[in-house]
Structure formats: structure tokens, C-alpha cells
């Protein structure tokens, strides 16, 4: 072994103290790309499948526009009307009291008969059924309307068996755990349509699974028999893929192998893993979650390397590995939209050398809180979608995490922090030719953040038509849009699908340590292409604005190729 250390060595450990309390402005640990780009498309992957299940119940016909506000006022009584001042439900209150106020409210202070009441049941039907109790209903029993106060009793429909293809769900039975596990309701629960298509997206999280449901009249009044039908295909899936989206310095070619399993444990479980690997970075990392009724509990753990040389001489060497927990909570939904809550907790060691000699390693947790929310609506000719996502994260003293000295400068990077963040996007057909889909996410931090924690933009995730992590910053927001071309001429009877499309992405990031920003933007346009098994995208972007200290980029072009089977 040599005895000699060279002098890009010497300067690296002489400076090493201040590199640990030094701001990395864009000094971004090569893998922090590949783990943010998997916690991407597990967050991706979560919101597709937020579209809410698709269950099909007949339904009363709608009234009249506006007529759900109104007293029936052209409606003669043929018999005995009587004034009336309170209307209550009785029976399992069901319905919110300011739902049921709103439904009755017309009634209120007027003379009914025996006509007016049954409008009135029909309007707080069909408000139990847009509620998802669908086998709920509202009667009016024996009672003297003399003293003014009508009550109508809610009888509610209840689950009087439960079936998972064919066989019986409930205490004591053969099931696995996972069907236990994904179902939001159990036998005897009042049926409620919510519930449901919470239990068939649980199912759906898993590729190989395809669940729907079906509901039938029991044997009890009141009763139904929901049954939930799986066409499962294979247990597992591989994919291989190919890319030049990588970083420079560690080479931008990159090959990744991934595994796509579920219920192999009988726990509806959703199991992944993957490999990603350049020429001087490898990255490997594994995922896991299973349902828990309204809640989804998720890890990920990712191990990686990457080395690269400063100069001729200096060979950085570094390691990370990071752990992530996280538990999601189904806060409300309805026909069109879903909001749920999130908290995650993370906890990440990162360890460098210089020419085989040691640097100062970091520990770092980080505990997240967020809230997310997304919405369909009819636009035009299709449907669209919006979402948001807000969140806040704290560096936590847990785990023999890096403590930040008391004499830190204000400049200095530090463990202990609070940033904001906010994501919010927008999908929507512009006519019959054109979807629009249009991008924005940002943070804000008053204290300098280690690499990290910090947002980056330029890359194929971000701003197009630059080079990965570009430029970094502890605030900022970057903005992508794209105009794809809709139903565009068949290939081979449609046994290819593509996608061209247009962009224009922008980006401005700042660093709290000096108060500099940077600013990019960039336009050009893509091609998706979609065949059996495949999928392959080309770029090209052009930058349309840079920071002065970069020098002016040309067109770049990323491509990528991928398959699975």
C-alpha cells in the first residue's frame, strides 16, 4: 500500500471539518437522484391509483335542477295537511345533521300531507344513497303530526355476509390475512359504499390483482351479500430498463433490474425491488407495504455506493444507506375525490473517503406530516383530474443522529431544520386534440439544508433539456408543462401506442447561506411510445435560460427503454 497521500487528500481532510458544516449548493450525493426518483414513483404510483373504484348501483333518477331546494309547491294534498315545524331523523342518524337540515329545510314551517312527505323521503333517499349507504332507507312510521314534529326513521342496510371469491369472510374462516387486512368493513357493518371502494382499491394496489365487486339482496330484510370477484395474474413481474438520465460524473448511462411481487406472505402485500447501476455508482433498494383497512403501511430501504475523481488524483468514495417508515391514513372520499394524511419518518447514513481516507460521516431523521388530497371532474369532452400535496418535515434528534454545535455559523448547513413543502398538479383535455398536464412543486427552508433535503432542479424529473441536479437550493419551485397529442393515428391496429407532446419547464431555486438564486427554463418536445410488454421515450429539450456561472448547453436528448414481463 502507498505511504504517500496526494495533495487533493490533504486538502480534502484539512478541510473536512468545514465540509461537514458547509453548505452543499449543488454538491448532491449521486444517489440521492435514484432514491428521490423511486419515493417519486411510489407517491405517482399512490395517486393513480386514488381514481376511485368504479361500482355501479341503479340509482333514483336526479330531480330537476334546483328543485332539490324548493317545496313541491304545485303538489295539492288529497287529504289532512298539518303545519310543521320540526322535522328530525330518528333511528341510526346517518346522515350529517347539516345534510339532513339542508334536504328538510323546504318543509320546514309548512302545512304537509301525505304527498309532501313522500317527496320528502324520495329527496333523503336519494341523499343516503349519494351519503353510499345505497341500502339504507328513510320511512315514516305511525305517529300524530298535530304538535308539529315529524320523524322519519332511518333504517339502515347491513352487510349480511361477506365473500371473497366464493368463500366466506369473517371470524374463524380459511381466508388469508391479507383479505382481512385490505377489507374496510366487516359482516354486520351497515353496507356503506365508501367502504367498499375502499376495499376493492386496497385489493388493487397489487399488479396481478383485478378485483371488483358484486352486490346481491340477502336473506334478511335489509340485508346484502357483497362479494368481491379476483382475476389474479402472476405473482410477480420483471422489468429491465435502460436510460442516459444518470449524472455526469458518475456516468450517464444507466441499466436497472427490478422485482414486482404481491401477497406472496398471503398479507396483500405489496413487496418491490430493484438495482440500479452506472458506471461508478450502484444503487439497491426494496419496498414494502400492506393494507390496513383505511390505512396503507409502507417501508423503504435503499443501500448505495458511488466514487468519482476531482482532478487526477482525488478519488471520492461514498456510501448511503437510508430507511424510510411511513403510515397513510384515507381521511375522506367520495365518487370523485379522495384526501388523506401521511406520516413518515427517515433516517439516513452517509459516508465519504478521500483516497481511502475517511471523512466526517452524517447521520441525519427527518419526520415528515403531509396532507394530499385529489379531485376528478368532467372537463369537456373527457375527465380530468387536480392534486395536492402539502407537507412538513423536521430533523430530528433520534437514532444517534449528527448533532448541530452550539457556535454553528448561520450560514452552515444543519441537522436540526423545518422546511415546508407543496406539490400541486393539473391533467385536463384541451378540446379533442390536446391533454394538458402541467406540474408545480416547491420548498421553503429558513436554515441552510445539507443535500439531502434540499430541492434540485434540471433532469428528466424536473426541468428538461438540462443535465440531473443542475442547481440546487434550500427554497424555490420548479413548473413543468406538456401539451400531448390525443388518439393520435393508429400503428399496426393500435398494437403500438405513442404519445408526442410538447413542453416548457421552468425552475427558480435560492440558497439561504448567501442569498443567491438561480434560474432555469427550457422548451422541446418528447415521443412515448407503448407496445407489448415495453415502453420507450425519447427528449429532446433545448434551454431557454440559464445561470450565468453555467456554461450555455445546447439540445440535449435523453432516451430511455424499458420492459417488463
Known amino acids: 500500500m502507498s505511504h504517500w497521500i496526494s495533495a487533493a487528500g490533504i486538502c480534502a481532510l484539512a478541510l473536512s471539518p468545514m465540509l461537514v458544516h458547509a453548505q452543499p449548493v449543488s454538491a448532491r450525493d449521486p444517489n440521492d437522484q435514484i432514491i428521490r426518483e423511486q419515493q417519486e414513483k411510489l407517491r405517482e404510483e399512490m395517486l393513480r391509483r386514488s381514481a376511485p373504484a368504479s361500482i355501479e348501483f341503479e340509482q333514483p333518477a336526479a330531480a330537476a335542477a334546483g328543485m332539490e331546494d324548493r317545496f313541491p309547491e304545485g303538489l295539492q294534498p288529497q287529504g ?26 323546504p318543509f320546514v314551517g309548512r302545512s304537509i300531507g301525505v304527498e309532501h312527505i313522500n317527496v320528502l323521503l324520495e329527496r333523503v333517499n336519494r341523499a343516503l344513497i349519494a351519503a353510499g349507504y345505497t341500502t339504507s332507507r328513510a320511512y315514516v312510521g305511525n305517529q300524530s303530526l298535530q304538535e308539529g314534529v315529524l320523524s322519519l326513521t332511518i333504517v339502515p342496510g347491513r352487510i349480511e355476509q361477506l365473500l371473497f371469491n366464493g368463500t366466506p369472510v369473517g371470524p374463524g374462516d380459511d381466508q388469508a390475512p391479507g383479505v382481512h387486512l385490505a377489507l374496510a368493513m366487516k359482516q354486520g357493518d351497515v353496507l356503506r ?3 367498499i371502494e375502499q376495499s376493492v382499491d386496497q385489493f388493487n394496489r397489487l399488479r396481478r390483482n383485478n378485483v371488483q365487486v358484486q352486490i346481491r ?7 346484502s351479500i357483497v362479494e368481491f370477484v379476483n382475476r389474479a395474474g402472476q405473482a410477480a413481474r420483471y422489468n429491465v430498463s435502460l436510460d442516459n438520465q444518470g449524472a455526469a460524473a458518475t456516468g450517464r448511462l444507466r441499466v436497472q433490474l427490478g422485482l414486482d411481487a404481491g401477497n406472496v406472505l398471503g398479507l396483500m402485500e405489496s413487496l418491490g425491488a430493484g438495482l440500479t447501476t452506472s458506471t461508478e455508482t450502484n444503487a439497491l433498494y426494496g419496498t414494502f407495504s400492506v393494507p390496513l383497512g383505511y390505512a396503507t403501511l409502507s417501508a423503504m430501504a435503499s443501500v448505495s455506493e458511488y466514487q468519482n475523481l476531482i482532478g487526477d488524483t482525488a478519488l471520492v468514495h461514498g456510501t448511503s444507506k437510508t430507511y424510510t417508515l411511513s403510515l397513510s391514513r384515507l381521511l375522506q372520499r367520495d365518487q370523485n375525490s379522495k384526501t388523506a394524511m401521511d406520516l413518515s419518518f427517515s433516517h439516513r447514513k452517509s459516508e465519504r473517503s478521500v483516497n481511502n481516507i475517511s471523512l466526517s460521516p452524517q447521520t441525519q431523521a427527518v419526520l415528515r406530516l403531509g396532507i394530499n388530497r385529489l379531485t376528478r371532474f368532467q372537463a369537456g369532452e373527457g375527465l ?26 448561520r450560514e452552515a448547513a444543519r441537522y436540526r431544520f423545518t422546511k415546508l413543502e407543496l406539490s400541486a398538479s393539473v391533467e385536463r383535455p384541451l378540446g379533442s386534440l390536446l391533454t394538458w398536464r402541467s406540474r408545480a412543486l416547491g420548498q421553503w427552508s429558513r436554515h441552510p439544508l445539507y443535500s439531502s433535503e434540499q430541492i434540485f432542479a434540471g433532469g428528466v424529473g424536473s426541468v428538461r433539456g438540462f443535465p440531473e441536479s443542475s442547481v440546487g437550493g434550500d427554497k424555490g419551485m420548479v413548473w413543468r408543462n406538456e401539451w400531448a397529442l390525443q388518439r393520435p393515428p393508429q400503428i399496426l391496429g393500435g398494437q403500438i401506442r405513442y404519445e408526442p407532446y410538447l413542453f416548457v419547464d421552468a425552475a427558480r431555486l435560492s440558497t439561504v447561506a448567501d442569498s443567491r438564486s438561480h434560474a432555469l427554463a427550457s422548451a422541446g418536445g418528447g415521443l412515448r411510445i407503448a407496445f407489448a410488454g415495453g415502453f420507450a421515450e425519447l427528449i429532446a429539450g433545448k434551454p431557454l435560460r440559464t445561470p450565468s456561472e453555467m456554461p450555455k448547453p445546447g439540445w440535449r436528448v435523453n432516451a430511455s427503454l424499458a420492459y417488463q414481463f
Do not use: K
Not at 289532512?80 to 329545510?105: K, S
Not at 383530474?385 to 444517534?400: C, E, F
Open 80 to 105: 289532512p295537511a298539518f303545519p310543521i315545524h320540526t322535522i328530525r331523523q330518528d333511528g341510526m342518524a346517518l346522515l350529517p345533521e347539516a345534510v339532513f337540515a339542508r334536504v328538510t329545510a
Open 193 to 195: 359504499l365508501r367502504d
Open 217 to 223: 339482496p340477502g336473506t334478511q330484510p335489509g340485508g
Open 384 to 409: 380530468g383530474q387536480w392534486t395536492v400535496d402539502a407537507g412538513i418535515s423536521r430533523g430530528m434528534p433520534w437514532l444517534d443522529t449528527n448533532r448541530d454545535p452550539a457556535d454553528l455559523p
